[in-house]
């Protein structure tokens, strides 16, 4: 049985709002990766701060710190022998303007609103899916899951 990677999506609070954009989201999702484990939950500026603690020194640092503290968020664990990969290929690009005149139908380019509301995060490496994975999820056993054990954990 072919070994899952894991990557953690976080479909942002301005999707979460957008009742299209949640159903279309959660069937690319579930069509496309072995979903472990979902959570809903609003951050506090303090948890959000640090999940982005790599942006410190960015301009945007603020702006997505408060954004994504303004609302719900939908966490998944999902797997996939390719997961980060393919998660951050359908998003598509991180700037909204390339999204949508680059790759008109990935997710960023069909529902996100700018380049802090850019619908969804995906983990950039599996050093960063774990660490990500971790962060929201500290129980969660990362190793040893095949493409079989949909639901299992959930
Ligand atoms: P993500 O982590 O969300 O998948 O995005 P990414 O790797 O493609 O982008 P990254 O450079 O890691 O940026 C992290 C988040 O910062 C927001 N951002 N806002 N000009 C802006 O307002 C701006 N630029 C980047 C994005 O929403 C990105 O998700
Ligand atoms: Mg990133």
Partial sequence: MPKLQLTLAIIKPHAVKNPVAL?????????????????????????????????????????????????????HIMGHTHAVEVWRKLLGPTKVYKAQFQEPYCLRGMFGLSDTRNVAHGSDSLASAEREIKFFFPEFSLYNWYTNDEIRYR
């Fill in 23 to 75: 159903s279309y989201i959660r069937n690319v999702i579930k069509n496309n990766f072995v979903v472990l484990k979902t959570k809903r939950m609003i951050l506090d500026a303090e948890a959000a701060g640090s999940f982005y603690e790599e942006h410190v020194e960015k301009f945007f640092y603020n702006r997505l710190v408060t954004f994504m503290a303004s609302g719900s968020i939908d966490l």
